[in-house]
């Protein structure tokens, strides 16, 4: 089995994260995925980011050697609090959280700063699916290890793009959405690869596009372009996703749309809404059955909003 990314990640450097890290510079570790939780457990985003590049360029170095220290076959224990994370932001329910409009700098600094808490936790997640799941196929822990490196990348872009803003990462508060996710699916490798990159990165494919399109009309290229450099890098996240979705419902003998359903009911998985981004969701290996299903839901819940609009104009 080959990692989704293992000639691109093997051959050609896709971004400056991966170019500045492929020279051997820290001392080979024996446990790639305990190193992996070290990097989780990191409190200070920076750190945590550095790390995550760090480890991934090692990995990356020694493949191309035809080394790996996963150490598969080993179930880890964490012990305290994870992830590790700073003291602020403050997290709060997603419901208490400002809404701005993005033609203002204020609005687009919030709105900055919830896409660079939304990376930080993606970092964590991750992570979390390199160093928890035991006894899988190397390619497994490249493939997500490769997503964490992604991941601070992406965080390093919007941190950066907040300073110029005169923000920092925990300026405003947060939800944890996202980690309360990985939790629930903390048990089952399937639920998390159904759950995580199916539905939540998936929702990011969806969202990119009209949060671009407002940033642009806004005058501000420069976090337009961060959202491009996000939106194709997520495909790919999506793509391994349901690479290992597919490959884990293979190896337990079941049916993959059955297992979808079953999983999203038994974990609680929220609801898709449209409009939805079919083109990026095709590239990210979601299947015809699995799009018209979409395409359904879209077209129920639009003629279920236009009969609203009749009954209240009446
Ligand atoms: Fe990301
Ligand atoms: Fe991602």
Same mark, same amino acid.
């Given at each position: 089995?080959?990692?989704?990314? $293992?000639?691109?990640?093997?051959?050609? *450097?896709?971004? *400056?994260?991966?170019?500045?890290?492929?020279?051997?510079?820290?001392?080979?570790?024996?446990?790639?995925?305990?190193?992996?939780?070290?990097?989780?457990?990191?409190?200070?985003?920076?750190?945590?980011?550095?790390?995550?590049?760090?480890?991934?360029?090692?990995?990356?170095?020694?493949?191309?050697? /035809?080394?790996?220290?996963?150490?598969?076959?080993?179930?880890?224990?964490?012990?305290?609090? =994870? *992830?590790?994370?700073?003291?602020?932001?403050?997290?709060?329910?997603?419901?208490? =959280?400002?809404?701005?409009?993005?033609?203002?700098?204020?609005?687009?600094?919030? =709105?900055?700063?919830?896409?660079?808490?939304?990376?930080?936790?993606?970092?964590?997640?991750?992570?979390?699916?390199?160093?928890?799941?035991?006894?899988?196929?190397?390619?497994?822990?490249?493939?997500?290890?490769?997503?964490?490196?992604?991941?601070?990348?992406?965080? $390093?872009?919007?941190?950066?793009?907040?300073?110029?803003?005169?923000?920092?990462? /925990?300026?405003?508060?947060?939800?944890? %959405?996202?980690?309360?996710?990985?939790?629930?699916?903390?048990?089952?490798?399937?639920?998390?690869?159904?759950?995580?990159?199916?539905?939540?990165?998936?929702?990011?494919?969806?969202?990119?596009?009209?949060?671009?399109?407002?940033?642009?009309?806004? /005058?501000?290229?420069?976090?337009?372009?961060?959202?491009?450099?996000?939106?194709?890098?997520?495909?790919?996240?999506?793509?391994? %996703?349901?690479?290992?979705?597919?490959?884990?419902?293979?190896?337990?003998?079941?049916?993959?749309?059955?297992?979808?359903?079953?999983?999203?009911?038994?974990?609680?998985? *929220?609801?898709?809404?449209?409009?939805?981004?079919?083109?990026?969701?095709?590239?990210?290996?979601?299947?015809?059955?699995?799009?018209?299903? =979409?395409?359904?839901?879209?077209?129920?819940?639009? $003629?279920?909003?236009?009969?609203?609009? %009749?009954?209240?104009?009446?």
């Amino acid at each position: 089995m080959s990692s989704v990314f $293992s000639e691109a990640a093997a051959s050609t *450097p896709r971004h *400056p994260a991966d170019a500045a890290h492929r020279a051997p510079c820290t001392p080979a570790r024996t446990h790639w995925r305990a190193a992996a939780l070290d990097a989780l457990r990191e409190r200070d985003p920076l750190a945590k980011a550095e790390a995550v590049r760090a480890l991934h360029a090692e990995a990356q170095e020694a493949a191309s050697q /035809g080394m790996t220290h996963w150490d598969a076959s080993s179930t880890l224990v964490a012990h305290g609090e =994870l *992830p590790g994370r700073p003291a602020r932001p403050e997290l709060v329910e997603p419901r208490s =959280l400002q809404r701005r409009s993005m033609s203002t700098p204020q609005g687009r600094v919030v =709105l900055l700063h919830a896409l660079a808490h939304i990376e930080f936790n993606a970092i964590n997640l991750a992570l979390d699916a390199v160093w928890r799941f035991a006894n899988l196929p190397d390619a497994f822990y490249a493939d997500w290890l490769r997503v964490a490196a992604e991941e601070a990348y992406h965080f $390093s872009l919007l941190r950066q793009r907040l300073a110029d803003y005169g923000q920092a990462y /925990g300026d405003f508060p947060a939800h944890n %959405g996202l980690w309360e996710m990985c939790e629930r699916t903390s048990d089952d490798v399937l639920a998390r690869m159904a759950l995580v990159p199916r539905v939540l990165e998936a929702r990011g494919l969806d969202a990119s596009p009209p949060i671009r399109a407002r940033l642009k009309q806004a /005058g501000d290229d420069e976090s337009a372009a961060i959202l491009d450099i996000i939106l194709r890098d997520e495909v790919g996240h999506v793509r391994i %996703g349901n690479h290992w979705f597919r490959y884990l419902c293979e190896a337990r003998g079941l049916d993959p749309h059955a297992a979808w359903l079953a999983l999203a009911e038994q974990y609680n998985a *929220p609801r898709m809404r449209g409009p939805f981004n079919f083109e990026a969701r095709r590239s990210a290996g979601f299947d015809q059955a699995e799009l018209d299903t =979409l395409a359904a839901q879209d077209a129920a819940a639009a $003629s279920e909003s236009a009969a609203r609009r %009749g009954a209240e104009e009446k």
